[in-house]
């Protein structure tokens, strides 16, 4: 059911002095599919969410968006490709409002001399961010309210509606059910299978092993900067995965396939 | 989410307005200022008057434009104690241009002072925004935080004035033909101050209506967020200290015009000023809240009570301590404000 191979990291690197983050990790994502990433703390997760939304440059390997090279310099390089990151707890910015935080980076300018001066059409975007995150199936009390005044489940609703508002490609979402109580963390988890439905490729990274296996069709396994497994989510039991995470089930390297 | 909780949600945000407005910064600085006009008039009624308007205005424009500047860099997460030292500076190589390389007679008016007055301006602009290049430099490229690169900056600046001045004001006011622009007798508005309410009015809509304003908070709010959501954080911090620099050079023309003369200590303290207006005004200096009309209310407020406590024959020595009150008050404001808010 996925479809053709969209975002493809091969044999990326990268070290933080004499730290080996990321040690030749390799990952192809599918149009259409879920990519679950697991991996214990420090077994370069994070990292590797920084390569792929192109807030670092790996050291070694190459980037493929849909099979062109790609060198990302900054994050906005990356935003403007289609690939829309969610970053763990600080994806928002709290004095700023809903439409404010969705458009940030995007804004729409009013028509005419003030446009050019960078003036804001901030009534249209509040009205276009409301149904964006509708669209989504996220709802918000009111757009033009400050995000310090919503709830931690809302919170995240608004960080992950705008990152699949606008994803037209890939969207990477890092531990984006934390802090969740179990009705949030479920309407999260809708949200992914929705874009998914929308043929975006979905990285999810998560510590929550319920929600990995309830949610993705594969499950790259990360263990001290190495891919050490690779495989459909079906093959996991929830005993294997945590076997696999901590390393007390032995696994083969795998060679690209 | 559903509809009940909805129209519960929709009710608790007009009740939020409506305590917002209540508790609102600006609404509050206006019943302080009402205060202050009240209780100075009803104990010295010649306070209410134009001159005393006037004398309160010119003393506010040189602190509102570092003010304004300061407003975007404190709402961004930094903050400029440059300024002072930046409104010396600039006077100094101001004047020292107009004297020795336009050979300006102080003396000179009408059609040949407006030329003298534009290059003047234009120079002390041109040394602000090299200050404040300065401090984006030690900020972004040695990742120096803000409090200590404006710090040396600050040094540098007062340094320099001295040096080029010798020590001693270049010029005097006796026979100063520009301080017309200054004159209090005109009414309540000098010229000079009307420009400052020009230039505080387009900067604020910048604040609040632009995307400059906009990423200013944005930075000061989270910067990590601002960053991945494609920002250029270093480019917009260069651009928000090179404002305040700008704005301070344009105070440093402003102090010139009424003293007659540029002078090194000039703008020696008035960062505290400003940073006093801002605060008072309502920003936080974690970053990424601020207003404008606060603190130009904030500035009004500190110079309407140092005019009113010198009118009823208070000490000026009591000044400091009655700022250091409204500095504190305005705090424990703002901390009951956000608990509430957290609370609410």
Redesign the interface.
């Known amino acids: 059911m996925s479809g053709d191979v969209i975002y493809e990291v091969k044999n990326v690197s990268k070290r933080y002095g004499s730290v080996v983050a990321l040690d030749g990790a390799s990952l192809k994502l599918h149009a259409g599919e879920v990519l679950g990433l697991v991996g214990d703390n420090g077994a370069g997760k994070s990292t590797l969410v920084k390569v792929l939304?192109g807030?670092h440059k790996p050291d070694g390997g190459q980037i493929f968006l849909d099979g062109v090279e790609q060198s990302w310099s900054?994050?906005?390089q990356a935003?403007?490709a289609g690939i829309e990151?969610l970053?763990q707890d600080?994806?928002?910015?709290?004095?700023?409002t809903v439409s404010?935080?969705v458009f940030?980076?995007?804004?729409k300018?009013v028509r005419g001399p003030l446009g050019a001066?960078?003036?804001?059409a901030?009534k249209a975007m509040e009205t276009e961010a409301h149904a964006d995150l509708e669209r989504v199936g996220i709802?918000v009390?009111?757009s033009s309210?400050s995000v310090?005044?919503l709830s931690g489940g809302q919170r995240q609703a608004v960080a992950i509606g705008r990152a699949v508002a606008w994803a037209r490609k890939v969207i990477i979402l890092d531990e984006p059910t934390n802090h969740l109580g179990a009705r949030q963390a479920g309407e999260v988890l809708h949200v992914i299978q929705a874009a998914k439905s929308k043929g975006l490729g979905v990285i999810f990274i998560s510590h929550t092993l319920p929600h990995v296996l309830e949610v993705t069709d594969r499950i790259v396994v990360l263990r001290l900067g190495k891919i050490v497994k690779d495989a459909p989510t079906a093959e996991f039991t929830s005993d294997s995965l945590i076997g696999t995470i901590t390393g007390s089930i032995q696994t083969i390297k795998l060679d690209g396939d | 989410m559903t509809d009940s909780h909805l129209a519960q949600s929709a009710r608790s945000a007009r009740l939020q307005q409506l305590t917002q407005l209540a508790t609102n910064q600006s609404t509050i600085l206006v019943g302080v200022m009402i205060l202050l006009t009240i209780v100075f008039s009803s104990l010295e009624p010649k306070f209410l008057s134009a001159l005393t308007a006037n004398n309160i205005l010119t003393d506010w424009g040189s602190v509102a434009l570092i003010a304004v500047g300061q407003t975007f860099v404190i709402i961004s997460g930094g903050i400029d104690l440059s300024v002072g030292a930046t409104i010396g500076l600039s006077g100094v190589v101001s004047a020292w241009t107009m004297a020795n390389v336009l050979g300006v007679d102080q003396t000179i008016k009408g059609g040949e002072a407006s030329g003298a007055l534009l290059i003047g301006t234009l120079v002390s602009v041109a040394v602000g925004v090299l200050v404040g290049l300065t401090n984006a430099f030690l900020i972004n490229r040695f990742k120096i935080v803000p409090f200590i690169a404006t710090l040396s900056t600050m040094g540098a600046a007062l340094g320099f004035s001295v040096i080029i001045s010798k020590g001693a004001p270049i010029g005097s006011a006796s026979n100063f033909a520009l301080i017309s622009a200054i004159d209090p007798k005109v009414n309540p508005f000098s010229w000079a101050v009307i420009v400052v309410i020009i230039v505080v009015v387009i900067v604020g809509l910048f604040l609040h209506k632009s995307r400059f304003g906009l990423y200013t908070y944005a930075i000061g709010s989270n910067s990590f967020a601002a960053r991945a959501a494609g920002i250029n954080v270093e480019r917009h911090l260069t651009k928000v200290y090179v404002l305040s620099g700008a704005l301070a050079g344009l105070a440093g023309m402003y102090v010139y015009l009424r003293l007659g003369a540029g002078s090194p200590s000039s703008g020696t303290g008035r960062e505290l000023d400003a940073i006093a207006a801002v605060v008072i005004g309502g920003a936080s200096l974690m970053g990424g809240v601020g207003r404008m009309l606060g603190t130009v209310l904030g500035a009004l407020i500190l110079f309407t009570v140092q005019s009113g406590l010198i009118m009823i024959g208070v000490a000026p020595d009591w000044k400091k301590v009655v700022v250091a009150v409204l500095i504190a008050a305005a705090v424990a404001v703002q901390t009951l404000q956000s608990k509430n808010r957290r609370t609410a």
């Open positions: 939304s807030a900054s994050p906005r935003l403007d990151t970053y600080s994806g928002l910015a709290p004095h700023l404010q935080n940030l980076g995007r804004e300018l001066l960078g003036f804001l901030s709802a009390p009111s309210r310090s005044q």
